[in-house]
């Protein structure tokens, strides 16, 4: 059943992730994720009982998000899988200051906001949307999330964190009203200080969320199969 998400994480970890350190110096189009292509699976959207947004990981694809999508095993949800342009949702490190990475995390947060859009226009509910991200996908995840906080189904980020050096102000607004939101790390991350997890935990809880965080002992940039069975838990509990 894990099959493919474990090769899904064998090609991510593969490419240098959104935490590596750069020094080149990147061009920066105005809305690079635009006119990106959005991968769709499981129930049409007309007839889903529910649908899951899955955002990949620098390097990664939105075809290896439908493979992870799968092995969730929820096939009446609708899947919305976008792909990022170049397979990099920003081009820095998450540490570094948020206005490098501004442009293209903008063009990103917009993309996702079109998609929540298409979903709500089926109509399907916030309340039953879950997110999931994998590391630059997490982050963009949790950053949408804090942006437009309100009542979601769920919101899974996998080696993930808000952008920014610490001390970035987390000023957001609004109430995520028991939103259950899911932070899963390994201690072994080499791009992902602990400490930026527990404190997307602390912002996320002033949101108003139901947070569980779990870090895993030995891991180290990729998916652990715990991780599934908690998203899994988390769409059985939206809804079939």
């Not at 699976?41 to 290896?64: I, K, M, N, W, Y």
């Not at 096939?75 to 948020?98: D, I, M, N, T």
């Not at 879950?130 to 009542?151: D, H, K, M, P």
């Not at 930026?196 to 949101?207: M, N």
């Amino acid at each position: 059943m894990l099959r493919s998400a474990v090769r899904v994480i064998t090609i991510l970890i593969a490419h240098r992730n959104d935490a590596g350190t750069r020094t080149v110096d990147y061009p920066m189009p105005r809305d690079p994720h635009r006119d990106q292509p959005i991968l769709l699976g499981g129930a049409p959207l007309a007839e889903a009982t529910g649908a899951l947004v899955l955002l990949h990981g620098r390097g990664g694809s939105a075809q290896d998000m439908l493979d992870l999508a799968r092995d969730l095993d929820r096939p009446r949800f609708a899947w919305l899988v976008p792909e990022a342009a170049g397979r990099h949702w920003y081009p820095y490190s998450l540490l570094e200051k948020v206005e490098r990475n501004r442009p293209h995390l903008n063009s990103a947060l917009s993309l996702v906001k079109r998609i929540m859009e298409r979903i709500e226009a089926a109509p399907i509910p916030p309340e039953r949307v879950v997110l999931l991200g994998f590391s630059q996908g997490a982050s963009v995840a949790l950053e949408f999330a804090a942006r437009n906080a309100r009542r979601y189904g769920g919101l899974v980020a996998l080696s993930g964190a808000l952008l920014g050096p610490e001390g970035t102000p987390r000023d957001y607004n609004g109430a995520l009203a028991g939103t259950p939101v899911f932070l899963g790390s390994g201690d072994a991350d080499p791009h992902l200080p602990k400490r930026r997890v527990d404190e997307a935990a602390t912002v996320f809880e002033r949101l108003g969320a139901t947070v569980t965080k779990r870090l895993y002992q030995g891991l180290g940039h990729a998916i652990h199969p715990d991780e599934i069975a908690v998203a899994r838990g988390m769409l059985e509990a939206v809804g079939a």
